[in-house]
């Protein structure tokens, strides 16, 4: 039997973490395995448990669900955790800084109970949860200009990729599924996918979501009119 994806749900309200924890764990590739009520108890439990998945709320007391995503994410002991953003805030700031600090996805509260299991199953997978229409108008518009204190990627840091792996991470940058790039670039799905993880693996990239970011902040894909 499969095992279960383990999910940490991070939600200063406890009736919203009951709630979620009888949906997720009302199905059979699912569990959650531990709550946090504010970010600082989030990332011990995650130090502690090793989830697969952080279900994380962005508007928490003390430290913040980005603060703790960011440190969650530089953890080399949880390179195999991965952050889905979940909260009512969905500005495009948030969904941005989320994005800097590592998160691999993002959903607004509003979502059904299907798209939050589904999401919850495609983050585990170590693909995006990125919309093409989020990742046009988001990442191009926020992720090319760095926060204040961190640096854009250098260009030398795509010399080891193939001219494919380059073809296809710069569509999946633009917002192409790995669907639309096979008919673009007429290959399978699945060799679009092996080339993105190819990407990932020789750039360090956690997840698709970060493959983007570095797309863009390398150069290889020029923000502007065209992919916003």
């Given at each position: 039997?499969?095992?279960?994806?383990r999910v940490l749900l991070a939600d200063d309200q406890a009736l919203l973490?009951?709630?979620?924890?009888?949906?997720?764990?009302?199905?059979?590739?699912?569990?959650?395995?531990?709550?946090?009520?504010?970010?600082?108890?989030?990332?011990?439990?995650?130090?502690?448990?090793?989830?697969?998945?952080?279900?994380?709320?962005?508007?928490?007391?003390?430290?913040?669900?980005?603060?703790?995503?960011?440190?969650?994410?530089?953890?080399p002991d949880l390179s195999a955790t991965r952050v889905l953003i979940l909260?009512?805030?969905?500005?495009?700031?948030?969904?941005?800084?989320?994005?800097?600090?590592?998160?691999?996805?993002?959903?607004?509260?509003?979502?059904?109970?299907?798209?939050?299991?589904?999401?919850?199953?495609?983050?585990?997978?170590?693909?995006?949860?990125?919309?093409?229409?989020?990742?046009?108008?988001?990442?191009?518009?926020?992720?090319?200009?760095?926060?204040?204190?961190?640096?854009?990627?250098?260009?030398?840091?795509?010399?080891?990729?193939?001219?494919?792996?380059?073809?296809?991470?710069?569509?999946?940058?633009?917002?192409?599924?790995n669907t639309e790039i096979a008919e673009d670039l007429h290959l399978s799905?699945?060799?679009?996918?092996?080339?993105?993880?190819?990407?990932?693996?020789?750039?360090?990239?956690?997840?698709?979501?970060?493959?983007?970011?570095?797309?863009?902040?390398?150069?290889?894909?020029?923000?502007?009119?065209?992919?916003?």
């Amino acid at each position: 039997m499969t095992t279960p994806v383990r999910v940490l749900l991070a939600d200063d309200q406890a009736l919203l973490r009951a709630t979620f924890r009888i949906l997720i764990d009302s199905c059979d590739d699912l569990e959650v395995i531990a709550e946090a009520s504010d970010g600082a108890e989030a990332v011990d439990l995650a130090r502690a448990h090793h989830p697969d998945v952080v279900l994380m709320d962005i508007r928490m007391p003390g430290t913040d669900g980005l603060a703790a995503t960011s440190v969650i994410c530089a953890d080399p002991d949880l390179s195999a955790t991965r952050v889905l953003i979940l909260t009512t805030f969905e500005t495009e700031d948030y969904v941005a800084q989320a994005l800097r600090a590592g998160a691999s996805g993002f959903l607004g509260k509003d979502v059904t109970a299907d798209t939050l299991l589904a999401g919850l199953r495609t983050v585990a997978s170590g693909d995006a949860l990125l919309s093409p229409s989020a990742t046009r108008s988001l990442i191009t518009r926020f992720l090319t200009s760095p926060a204040p204190g961190t640096h854009l990627v250098p260009p030398e840091r795509l010399a080891d990729l193939t001219v494919r792996e380059r073809e296809v991470m710069a569509l999946a940058a633009e917002g192409r599924s790995n669907t639309e790039i096979a008919e673009d670039l007429h290959l399978s799905p699945l060799t679009v996918r092996t080339h993105i993880h190819r990407a990932m693996t020789k750039l360090g990239a956690r997840d698709r979501a970060q493959l983007v970011v570095i797309a863009y902040q390398s150069g290889l894909v020029q923000a502007g009119p065209g992919n916003g």
